[in-house]
């Protein structure tokens, strides 16, 4: 069992950004990293995708356990490549004393274990996943709720483009929505349309349906971490992509009454600035809503405790 059994739940941010790595200058609040969020609680390691941000938690790890065994279990948004380049850099996983679980869903074209093993592959990188020498167990999953040890994990599938789910955890001491890549249900209609599969009429009734389900997945949580990669102005560029947009991705955690939500998946055009401004943004969207939701943007380094209710 890790060290620091306790009480509280403890989140750590090791990459919140969207895409593409960007470090530089104009980073350096929010951070370049791609997605990766530790979660601490109730005696487990939980690791949220396993973008470029995974390579600073796997050294601080080992920092903290020395030679003393790591257990981390690694739940999979899905494969595209901001959420999994980090593995390979995964310091614990070169080490026979840690044991290292990958749980994520099938993706296209692949099993879950054959498209990770893939980003290892000759000629991609030198060392294959099956061949790191930790105790490495990958697990396809089917069940929308399980356990990781006394936290209940549930999923569900999101609006973004392949198999790409959202997670949410529930454990003694709070609950943590996790939602990095997400375009909101009301424009489905428009790809529906487009590719003739359903009348708008039906692809309307879907949007709704969609939402509003994923409004009780999220309903309550303490911390939401949620796709708000475009302004308002962006999103009319890039409906299709997958990602979400301010207001849409505002309203979207006042409807489900989430306390706290972050801002998460920042785009690699957005410097620190630029956050700074759809923060505030987002602040007056939820003013407006006369909602008492807590807005921040994910920035790398941040903490969060969760004591309980
Ligand atoms: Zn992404
Ligand atoms: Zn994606």
Redesign the pocket.
Known sequence: MPSDLNSSARLRLWGVR??IPVPGPSTLRYGGNT?CVEFRADGEIIVLDAGSGIRALGNELEREFKSKPIHVTMLSTHA?W??IQGLPFFLPGYSEKNSLRLLGYKGVGGSFGAILSRQMAVPFFPVRLRDLPCDLSIQELTDMEFRIGPVRVRSRFVNHPGNCVGYRLDAGSGSVAFV??NEPYEFRKLHAEACARATPEQARKFAVTERAKLVEFLEGADILFLDAQYTDEEYQQHIGWGHGSLTTSVDLAVDAKVKQLLLF?HDPNHDDDTVDEMVERAREIARDRRSKLKVDAAREGAEFLLNGR
């Open positions: 969207g895409s997605t595209h901001d959420h990095p890549d998946h």
